[in-house]
């Protein structure tokens, strides 16, 4: 009886967690739309909610295609790896401190870590089994880049670890008195332009650049197949706003609304964040993103770490 | 220092995006009313002058000139010897609403107007003949009337009746 | 050697004699000189002003000056230019005095898109007018139904002037008038005179004159559909130009060919086209007077000529190949054929030929002593101008006629009676009229003359200088090419089978022996016993509406084909339009396809002549053979095949040869009691120009005309197919003791030019 609630709950988060990222594909156009001087997409539905459902369906009902020159069988795997990593990483994120699957693990941070780092293969797998030169090239900067930032990212967390002693996000968010934006503001830039570049979202969508490689990894990628890389991109995106307010912002502290709300209204600013970064900066020249990551991300996270390391010793000390 | 100016370059640019929130210069046609602006190059019409007579005096120059050839034209002749378009055509599913016809009009009889939006199913429909381009006003120039201008007598307006005429002169007179 | 001048540096050749305009226009360099009253066949004047060129002297010691190129005789090393700001002023600052008065009409001028002052304007530059004061205006004549006025539009360029009086020798036009005020047209309002009128639309660089019966169905020159074409209206072959849009013919314009018409038409020509759109134009087959189908028509011939009791006809209304396909399926079938109505006329045709070369008109302008016998202006009005044109260079006119012509008001008249015609001609050759010139011309008109008058003509030019030259004319195009396979006496022989019954189905072409045509009223006699006619033709005549089976045919701007004119010179003109579907009729005519039926059921128009005749030899399993036979006949009489653009090609003299053996028939004899008679013809008057309501409108009223001492008002005449009674009309003109009546008279009462006639007179009550 147990097993089948548990069961039916984690379909209910898994729908949930479809919708909502199926809604930012609509909500990103129109936010998109608004900073640009348009309406974006507004005919369907409620100021056009009804787009993001009839894109769903449209993807859906499109013929599942596999190209004579691809790896069928890795071909198949690699959009489910990509969702099913960013799916997985929810498990450990709490919305509340009572509130998650699995928000008390203690090593909760490292499994995000270790689902990043799978979704890097989906990413890499994909672009591979195509048998494209644009899609292949689009996965070779996809794990370069991933594998780049990964690190500043690792380190920045590292400095949240270090204040909070925990590696559970509900641990961290308990340990928040004051958000750790305030004590380690470096650390929140490293995690949020890393946390860009994971996500290889605008600014940093080099594996996919349009301009230069057709659509990148995905290239071959059609229907649903194309949907799932797609889902994983959002669920990326909300994870690593989710993460941040979690980690930086307090998580679900803050006064008068219940937690969860408070939760929601952090990530749903980060989230537009990440939309207005992708508005305004162009995308850079893969040198500069690689010479971001290793020149300057992490020679300033080993920085963040020790200084963390250091004051955390004194203030012990004192 | 190269470090700052990039920051706040960065910091302007993203203030710039957002500064744009909430204005839009998109306009939702049909639901909201079009400003269209005098000079807009929408379907030829041919318009009457200001007596009410039709401008058009059958000169061909707009058929001469249209690009895509989708006017086409007889010329006639009225009691009063008045030149007229007998049948004027315009091939709808040709015009490129250049409005060249518009500038070679000496006339000014055919102008583009503001109607863009007219959709039809088949090819033919979009064969407009002259009682659907005739319209009942003057158009964009209330006051022209090229017969007044003209030095041809029609009736109602004899010889030497026109704008900037002398009356006419008598051949019969051998004075100096 | 050759001569050059040099015009901006750069060579331009030129004939001594010749102007600097006229050389620099020859060799295509208008663009650097305007001109107005320039005009390639009226000369230089001087008067517009617009010619500038500067001229430098060959000495350092005078200065360069602007001077006029049309007055300015080309010669040897000059030094012109024209590309220098003070000539360009010149040139733009002329053109705005030319203009300040000038009406903005270009939109409702039919003149618009043709222009020369356009064209002139544009390339000079002008184009605000700094005069704004008011504009000098005109009141506009009425110059009858061809030519329409509107003066406010003139230059002073006098070309119009120059050749209406010059050129064309005309009486009724001049300019009126003066300083700013000169006016160019008649005294009173009315019809113009001169047959030459039209031309004054060419020759007027503006829009003052334009063509009125093109006004009324007008289009722009830019949508016409235009090509080469050659005059299907009379002897002389001039060069046209039809101008075609929707499936109508619009108008006729000149197309230079300096050995015939050169610059100019007669009005015949320009205004006789609207037969090709009058309402009672034949354009579907009729079978018993019901309209049917092409097959329907193309069986039930077909089983009539299976019968093997038809008759063939052609005619010199029709071109060359479809009367040779007339005759080749003739031949196939073994029937007999004619290619002329009467015998009379066979004889006429085959005398037209024996004679030998005829002169050019251009070589008739060149003549110094022209002999002219009949009225030449109303069967050849071209022919008539090429003789002014002779004038002017100071040749001796002398005129042989029942009445006193035009022509003959302009040199020494010698009023004869048709019988007495003849005899004068025999005795030419001594003739003090002819002594003493360097190229004496003889031009006849063939009908008045007849067979026996032309055989004396021949015989006086074997007596007369080796140059002399002589020229038959009749009005229709294609007499000279119909009389090529009128073999001796068939047209005896087609009648001769229809009186034996040996025939009782006749196959015509183009031919209105029922009709007008010579010797109708024989046919008349015979047509009882035919048990059926079929036409094919493209004007509705008297035979077109008593024939059992009526196949319509292309007109001559629809087709091609080919003509020989008066010189046996072969002229090839090309289809210009087709008749299409949709044809937008105007108000005006009313003409072209009946909108409902004509459009769909016929949507190209009555096909030509040969498309027909191969259509029935096809059915009668004869193609092959009829087309050997054809292409046998048309590679005899031309093995060259005339371009439609080029000057034709002259027919052998040997070929002429064959027909010096001829028959002639004796003229009746005619004793100085009887009345005779003479045809009267005017310039507009032909089969297809009766059908030219605006021409026609200009036509003289059917009558009997006779000197002025005749005091009746009607008179019945009688001939041996039967009477004709018709008013009187008394013309002081006239010789006394003729009788002058229209060819439809003639082919009613059967009877010939110079024929006695006897007339019952009835007195005025
Ligand atoms: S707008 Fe242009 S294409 Fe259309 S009718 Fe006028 S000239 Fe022709
Ligand atoms: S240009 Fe003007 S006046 Fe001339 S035909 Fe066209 S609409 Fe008529
Ligand atoms: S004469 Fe020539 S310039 Fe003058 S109104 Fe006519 S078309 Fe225009
Ligand atoms: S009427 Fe024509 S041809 Fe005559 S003077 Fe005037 S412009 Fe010249
Ligand atoms: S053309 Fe020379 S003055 Fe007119």
Redesign the interface.
Known sequence: MMLFLMALGMLFTTLVLLGVAGFLVFAERRVLGFLQNRLGPNRLGPLGVGQALADALKLMSKENFVPDFADPVLYRAAPVLVAFSALASFAVVPLDHHFSWAGNWNIGLLFILAMSSLNAYGVFLGGWASGNKFSLLGAVRAVAQLVSYELPMGLALLGVVLLSGSLSLNGIVAAQNLPYIVLQPLGFVIFLIAGVAETHRLPFDLPEAESELVAGFNTEYGGMRFGYFFLGEYLGLTLIAVLTALLYLGGWHGPWLPGWIWLLIKTAALIFVFFWLRATLPRPRYDQLMALGWKVLLPLALFNVLATALAAALWRLA | MRVWRNISE?GA??W???R???????V?YPEEPLNLPPRWRGRPVLTRDPDGDERC?????C??VCPTRCIEL????RPDTR?YP??FRINFSRCIFCGLCEEAC??LAIQLLDEFAFSKEHHADFIYEKEALLIDGTGKHPHYN?YR?????LQGKD??E?I????????????? | MKHVFFLDGQEIPFIPGQNVLEAAIAAGKDQQIPYFCFHPALGSLGACRQCAVKIYAHDSKHPPRITMACLLPASDALQLATLEDDVHTEHREIIELLMTNHPLDCPVCDEGGQCHLQDMTVQTGHSVRHYSGPKRTYRNQDLGPLVYQEMNRCITCYRCVRFYQDAAQGEDFGVFGSRNRVSFGRLEDGPLESPFSGNLVEVCPTGVFTDKVFRHDYVRVWDLQQGPSVCPHCAVGCNTTPGARLGTLRRIRNRIRPEINGHFLCDRGRYAFPYVTANSRPLQPRLMGETTRQDAVLRQLASRLEEGRSGFLGSPREDLQSNLGLFALADCLHAPFAAVTSSWAEALAQQCLALPQAPSLQEVAAADRIVVIGDLDSIAPMAGFAVRQALRQGAALTVLASSRTELAQKGDYRPLRPSALRDQVAQLADDPCLQGGRFPVLLATAETLGPSGLYALRKTLEKLPANARAGAFVNRPNLFGAAYFAADGHTERLQQALRQRKINHLLCLGADPLGEDWGAGTWRTLAPGLDGLTLLDMVDSETARSAETLIPVAAFPERAGLFVNYEGRIQAFSPVYRREAQVLHSAVHGSGFPEAAGGVKHPLGPPPPLFWLGRLAEMLHLHEAWQKRLDFYLHFLCPERPDPEGPGVLLPDTIRARFEIAAVPAARAVTPEQWELDIFRWYGGETLADMADELHSLAPARGLRVHPNVQAAAATLHGPCGELRLPVIACAEMVQGVIAIDQEGFAELGLYPGDPVEVSWEQRQ
Do not use: D, I, M
């Open positions: 960065l640019g993203l710039t995006t957002l744009q929130l909430g204005r839009t210069s998109t939702s005096v059958a000169c061909q120059l058929s001469a007889q010329a006639g002749e030149r007998l049948t000496p006339t090229f201008h003209s030095g041809v007598a010889k030497g026109g900037n005429e002398k009356a006419p002169v008598n051949v019969r007179s051998n004075l100096p």
